[in-house]
């Protein structure tokens, strides 16, 4: 596992995997409840965190939700440490609770940041 990368490794990208998130997979918001992340914890011997991001087209138009897709992935992979003693496979998608073009056009890292590392700390406190 890179430092500050995300590679294919760490990435979901099986349809199997998606489905065993959406389907039994639990739901924790951050504080401010701007993000969410649907988690799933693997039966499997590796030691690994698979990692996608979700964004609803209800949310606004293509180039927002690539802008809100890459500010969430940067944000991810600055604090990923934070995850790097899980002890079991862990499976994450992260997407917007109410984070949309109409109340929020302007987006920065900062703004999601701050909702990024407390949402990665309460799913270090779950396992």
């Known amino acids: 596992m890179k430092r500050f990368g995300l590679s294919k490794k760490e990435r979901i990208k099986k349809k199997k995997d998606f489905s065993r998130v959406y389907k039994s997979g639990k739901i924790i918001y951050s504080n401010s409840r701007k993000l969410k992340a649907i988690f799933y914890l693997g039966e499997d011997g590796e030691k690994s965190v698979k990692v996608a991001f979700g ?9 927002w939700r690539n802008r809100l897709r890459r500010l969430l992935k940067e944000a991810y992979r600055h604090n990923k440490e934070i995850l790097s003693e899980c002890s079991k496979s862990l499976y994450i998608v992260f997407s917007p609770n109410v984070l949309n073009k109409k109340k929020h056009p302007k ?12 949402l990665l700390k309460k799913l270090r406190n779950n396992f």
Not at 55 to 63: D, E, F, L, P, R
Not at 107 to 118: K, N
Request: no cysteine; charged share 35%; hydrophobic share 50%.
């Open 55 to 63: 964004i609803s087209k209800k949310a606004g138009n293509a180039a």
């Open 107 to 118: 987006l920065y890292l900062r703004d999601i940041e701050a909702d990024m590392v407390d």
